[in-house]
């Protein structure tokens, strides 16, 4: 994604800084890192860019650092501490152009440490083709990361710990297309995981979810054509996986849900989705009345295929006020209650769904 030939590279560490690449420069550390670490990002020009490398060490930060397009600033891994200092309340980034956007904006290979008040770390708008990878985040109650009005942003390779506990979700996607969140781990991330609005064609793949106690795994709201797979949800407080509002022809394929409050998937206001391939274990739906370890409803022309659903305290699939509903090869073992119940329901396509044993 990011083409590095001819640019500059800066060495950032706790003494001076050095340009690699078109002589050598020296410059006094300054007391706050965070200025420090934005005079290095100011020195890489507006056009061509350039490469950051922070080194092992703990930088204090005060004030936000701005990123320009083009600008890929990278530590050595969890030694690169950037910590929030007790009075600031963040973001630690944000991208200089609010207005028109910037691309090419890389942030990896550190770990950025919050104070318990700074809601965000980075915080990116209208930004294009950038990355956020390799990163560990901690300690903020809010949003830890905020896209809004974004498009191809890759979020990968990034843990999340006790983050949310005010916002829903710990990553949070608002009007923003064509984004990878890939293979990312959220512990303890009281509100939420990963929660999308208003935002279409992403793809959310391979990550972990595990005890967001208030909320749900993944929650998309009027989202549209995104993809949910492969994904390990354990203990959400509410739902693995909810769509509402105005969605449409989202899938949801091979993603393993356990011991979900709620049902494992719910979709409500949802037509035109696909629910394939999916595990379901352990949901207590039935006691906060969601009634069914996946649910549809107001949701017609949903194809639920090849689902397993095992050990769940609550039906297997219910549909409520859903047209057109096809429901094909699905295996239910061992879940309190039907099978399959119908509410003002029909049913599109009904074939080989596994004998259930239910208790």
């Known amino acids: 994604m990011f083409d590095i030939i001819n640019k500059k590279i800066f060495a950032c560490g706790l003494g001076a800084l050095l340009a690699l690449s078109g002589g ?5 550390r300054p007391v706050a890192d965070s200025a420090y670490i934005q005079g290095i990002v100011n020195m890489i020009p507006e056009e061509g860019g350039g490469y ?3 080194d092992n060490g703990i930088y204090r930060i005060d004030s936000t650092i701005v990123l320009h397009s083009g600008v890929m600033i990278a530590g050595k891994g969890k030694g690169t501490v950037l910590k929030v200092a007790p009075e600031f309340v963040g973001p630690i980034f944000t991208n200089k152009d609010l207005k028109k956007g910037n691309e090419g904006i890389s942030i990896a290979n550190m770990k950025l440490t919050g104070n318990g008040k700074t809601e965000m770390a980075i915080f990116l708008t ?12 901690g300690n903020f109650p809010g949003k830890a990361v905020s896209l809004e009005h974004c498009d191809g942003i890759k979020v990968a390779a990034s843990s999340f710990e006790n983050c949310a506990h005010k916002e829903k979700a710990a990553l949070f996607l608002t009007q923003t297309s064509n984004c990878l969140i890939a293979e990312n781990k959220f512990n303890n991330c009281l509100a939420g995981g990963i929660a999308l609005f208003d935002s279409s064609k992403n793809v959310i793949d391979g ?3 595990k005890d967001s106690a208030k909320e749900d795994g993944i929650n998309l709201q009027d989202s549209s054509n995104n993809l949910i797979e492969n994904n390990l949800i354990e203990a959400p407080g509410k739902n693995g996986v909810y769509l509402r509002g105005s969605v449409k022809e989202n899938i949801i394929l091979g993603n393993t ?12 206001n949802a037509p035109d989705c696909r629910i394939i391939r999916n595990i379901v274990r352990g949901s207590n739906a039935k006691k906060l009345k969601m009634q069914s370890a996946i649910v549809l409803e107001n949701s017609d022309n949903v194809l639920v295929q090849s689902n397993f659903l095992e050990d769940n305290n609550s039906p297997g699939i219910l549909a409520n006020n859903s047209k057109g509903v096809s429901l094909l090869f699905n295996v239910f073992l061992n879940n309190l209650g039907k099978s399959i119940i119908l ?3 029909s049913l599109r396509l ?9 208790k």
């Open 343 to 345: 509410k003002k329901s």
């Open 350 to 358: 009904k074939a080989l769904n596994g004998t259930p044993s239910d």
């Open 257 to 268: 849900i356990e011991n979900p409050q709620g049902s494992g998937i719910n979709l409500l």
């Open 126 to 137: 209208r930004a294009r083709g950038s990355a956020i990878q390799n990163v560990s985040f």
């Open 24 to 28: 050598c420069m020296g410059l006094s």
């Open 52 to 54: 950051v490398d922070l």
């Open 207 to 209: 990550n972990v979810i």
